[in-house]
């Protein structure tokens, strides 16, 4: 019998090839993939002709519905979730219900009723959910958490962090299921739920009171005519008028799209294509959020999906001083497998400056590694998948309280929007109180 960790992925998307890539190369000693599960035969028979192509022997393959079957047969000891945002709960919590621990991609749910579901069913079955937040392994944002830590601004009191997705990542958001909130929960929920996370654990708090405002001030129909910018089609694949619109992705040019979406296409209906000046949209593309957390730092937050360049601007100011970061990306996105890929050419520029209260400025150097997300990916990976990972002294392995944490920002900030109101999240869900950063 091998020792090796089996593992399940539900979910075959363009994100999927990372797991798949991870399990059946790097790891391939340590874990093995047992089966896959989708709404779609043309995805998973995708990827195990890739398999093939690698000299490795397909893998079982289930429908969404032959979910339990996929378990009963294959056995495996943890199942990873990729689908569709809005479904995530499901997955995880029949796998719990069936006896496996679970690997979910980010955000770890969007709704705050499928949370609570969740949190039930860990309480229920003792099983073990893991989020995946990859930013936390970037070197760039480790170096952040490493300065914070030493002290370098005191007590940390208020953050102010703004997140630019340029138009051709963030305009993929407007293209794909994301575009619908019942989907995606929308940017705040799907995209910010990674900058959220950052911040709790920059500053080794959870958030208590959320404030939020945002619109669709620039994708959509009605915003494009409004500048005088009329695109009639539905879709940009084989659409002669798109061909020179700076907006269209074409399923056809890459072998990636074209396998798992265009044609899979009559089997789902799903089009991964559509025009981001079309509808139905029904997210944000402009947001400003305001958070106070449970050891009183105060954050400031902005997200553009529109900006001309793709990067980040963030400071915290403490009782000492204030450290300043600065990442202007060097990212593709549109390259075929979902993945903002990044080496050691991934930033365009990146600074670091701390500012002592008294004394003068310098500069900090900003480590990159190589791999996806600024190096973040490989690290993440090892951890995820070795038994016996390196010691960790930044603590940046998330549990299901940290994916709880970071989507309940964005959940409260959806509420508040509707609202008008500030949301105090206690009166949502009970988050267990960090302790207060004293340096």
Known sequence: MSDKKRYALVGTGSRAGMFVDAITTTYSSVAELV????????????????LSERGLLPLPT?????????????????????TVDATHHLYIIRA???????????????????????????????KHLRVTFNYRYAPAYTRLRELILEGIV???????FSWMLDTSHGADYFRRWHREKENSGGLLVHKATHHFDLVNWWIDSYPQDVFA???????????????????????????????????????DELAVYKGLYLNAEAETGYLRDRNVFGEPITIE???NVT????NGVLLSYCLIAYSPWEGLRVAITGTKGRVELEIVENINHLQGDGAAKASKSAFKSATMRVHPMFGESYSVDVPVGDGGHGGADPVMLEQIFLSNPADDPFHRAASHLDGAASILVGIASNLAMQSGQMIHIPNLFHLPERAKVTT
């Open 154 to 160: 005191g007590r940390p009191l208020a953050v102010d």
């Open 285 to 287: 593309d402009t947001m």
């Open 96 to 126: 719990m219900e069936l006896g496996c621990d679970v690997i979910s991609e980010k955000p770890m749910t969007t709704s705050l009723e499928s949370l609570k579901a969740i949190y039930d069913a860990i309480e229920r079955t003792g």
């Open 35 to 50: 089966a896959f599960c989708d709404l779609s035969r043309v995805r998973m028979d995708w990827y195990n002709t890739r």
């Open 62 to 82: 289930y429908l969404a519905a032959q979910f339990d079957q996929m378990i009963q047969e294959t056995h495996p000891d943890a199942v990873i979730v990729a």
């Open 291 to 294: 958070v106070r957390y449970q």
């Open 213 to 251: 405002m945002g619109n669709l001030l620039f994708y959509g129909r009605e915003n494009a005519a409004g500048r005088g910018e009329y695109y009639p089609y539905d879709r940009y694949t084989g659409i002669e008028a798109a061909r020179n619109d700076p907006f269209a992705l074409s399923l």
